[in-house]
């Protein structure tokens, strides 16, 4: 247990932000002895797992828990899929590698995106025309009020764009220790309609793309136009895409010819990133911060010395801007503490 511990290193934005008490844990009983720990000193919780998706715009005033759970086990279903299970700490694109080395295919497209296993299901992520919803079998949860593990499916873990029970109802009240997943081991479901990906394999020269190959053009990609945190402080697209009625984007449609959306039924989805950019953003610094010149739903910590209040007040001017031009509310994607 470390007391007044710097959680610098544990956000991808690279800001600085206290935690009272701060443990990493590796096992379910380490867990449940931080858990005891936080109830006899009625202690906040905080879970980490690889801060890719947090914002601290203060100390936190309780016991931040790093969840560093490993392990990945892997078990024949019938002859063309296997079943799976990354313990939550194990991170997310080496999770991937580990599949694609082992020919297992269905990940391919969400190669790249930071974070750990753990906190896949939580906003259920996706990229280039996949979901985890998709390929997702099941996770085993540790109940915070009861201590006991449940196992949440699909049906249960009502995944929605971006969303799931664990950022609703179920907010605060489990701790994912695995997930598991469905992949094919042949006959793949190889994805390459979305965005980029059938320019990208034709500039790598390949026409027959295996899961692969796939991965390699979504990490080419994701590299052209997504800073690394490693380098410059960020947390992926800072945004939801946002989801307007149809009647509302033929208005717009009017005044703005080149909006883009993508219709749903009665309402359209709209890319935040295209309103930012349309507002003047794109590439923009005030102080630390800056919208990435590449994609301007991604704010940047462009300094390295930004404070998350900073980063928080910039994202604040954004939606403001976005709101005042469309009359559109964009809803944060991040966690802010
Ligand atoms: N666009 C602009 N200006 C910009 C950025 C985008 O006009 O500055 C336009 C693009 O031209 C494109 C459209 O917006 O036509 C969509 O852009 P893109 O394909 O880059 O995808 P996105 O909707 O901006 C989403 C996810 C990303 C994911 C990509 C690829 C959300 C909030 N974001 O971004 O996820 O990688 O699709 O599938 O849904 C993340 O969640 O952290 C993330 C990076």
Redesign the pocket.
């Known amino acids: 247990m470390h007391e007044n511990f710097s959680l610098k290193p544990y956000n991808t934005f690279g800001v600085e932000a206290k935690a009272k008490y701060f443990v990493e844990v590796h096992s379910i009983e380490e867990l449940k002895d931080a858990l005891k720990f936080s109830n006899m000193n009625t202690l906040p919780l905080l879970f980490l797992g690889g801060g890719s998706n947090i914002l601290f715009t203060k100390d936190f005033d309780g016991l931040a828990i790093k969840l560093s759970l490993k392990g990945i086990a892997v078990q024949v279903l019938n002859k063309n899929e296997f079943l799976v299970t990354a313990k939550a700490g194990e991170n997310w694109h080496e999770f991937v590698l580990f599949c694609l080395n082992k020919n297992l295919g269905g990940l391919e497209n969400l190669s790249l995106i930071p974070g750990n296993v753990g906190t896949s299901p939580m906003q259920n ?5 996949t979901e985890i919803k998709d390929i997702f079998v099941d996770c085993k949860v540790l109940n915070l009020e009861t201590l006991e593990i449940e196992t949440f499916d699909v049906k249960k873990c009502r995944f929605g764009y ?1 969303d799931s029970i664990f950022k609703q109802e179920g907010k605060g009240k489990y701790v994912i220790l695995e997930v598991s997943f469905r992949l094919t081991i042949q006959n793949h479901n190889i994805k390459t309609e ?2 980029a990906i059938k320019s990208e394999l034709e500039n790598l020269g390949i026409e027959n793309p295996t899961i692969q190959d796939v991965s390699k053009a979504v990490i080419n990609i ?1 590299q052209s ?2 800073p690394d945190p490693k380098v410059t402080g960020n ?3 800072f ?3 946002p989801t307007i009625p149809l009647t509302q984007f033929e208005e717009l449609k009017q005044k703005f010819e080149n909006i ?1 959306g993508y219709p749903n039924g009665e309402f359209v989805k709209v ?4 309103l ?2 349309q507002c003047g953003w ?1 590439g923009k610094q005030i102080g630390n911060v800056a919208s990435h010149q590449l ?4 704010i940047i910590n462009a300094t390295g010395n930004a404070t998350g209040q900073e980063i928080f007040d910039f994202s604040t001017e954004i939606i403001n801007s976005v709101k005042e031009k469309f009359s559109i509310e964009l809803e944060r ?1 991040v966690n802010i503490i």
């Not at 992520?125 to 025309?129: K, V």
């Not at 890319?271 to 295209?274: E, L, R, S, V």
Request: proline residues 3%; hydrophobic residues 35%.
């Open positions: 992520i996706g990229a280039y025309g971006r979305y965005g994701r136009k997504l947390a992926g697209s945004f939801k895409n883009q890319p935040a990133g295209w930012i950019e794109k994609q301007s739903l991604v994607e």
